[in-house]
């Protein structure tokens, strides 16, 4: 057990379940506490209302998360059963590559007109 993470785009063709995920990470839990925030301050519910929910993400979203990955300042995550805290900054650093390539696809896919989600589950 543990947290999966997923992105994914939201189409017409895709209906409700959205497409197979485009990115999967495995207990990034600092990606995780970014993501709760967001969902939070979008939708005011708890963060972890957002446990096999959805984010969808906007443009701005995907700034803010490449800077905070560029600049080592994803925020720092201060628990959750399942979400690997106690490796939270070695994960960071193994995941840095790959969450530059999630949104640099991601802001793609939105200038393109698409609907990119964040999803998760624990």
Not at 60 to 72: F, H, K, N, P, S
């Amino acid at each position: 057990m543990g947290l999966d993470q997923y992105a994914y785009l939201k189409t017409p063709e895709s209906g409700d379940e959205g497409e197979v995920p485009a990115f999967v990470w495995r207990k990034h839990s600092r990606l995780q506490t970014f993501m709760e925030s967001l969902y939070v301050a979008r939708t005011g519910l708890s963060a972890s209302d957002l446990n096999c929910g959805e984010l969808i993400l906007a443009p701005e979203d995907i700034d803010r998360l490449e800077q905070a990955v560029t600049d080592g300042t994803l925020p720092r995550c201060e628990g959750g059963f399942f979400y690997g805290h106690q490796f939270q900054d070695e994960q960071a650093a193994d995941y840095r590559t790959y969450d530059l390539d999630f949104c640099a696809w991601a802001r793609a896919e939105m200038q393109a007109g698409s609907t990119v989600v964040y999803s998760c589950w624990w």
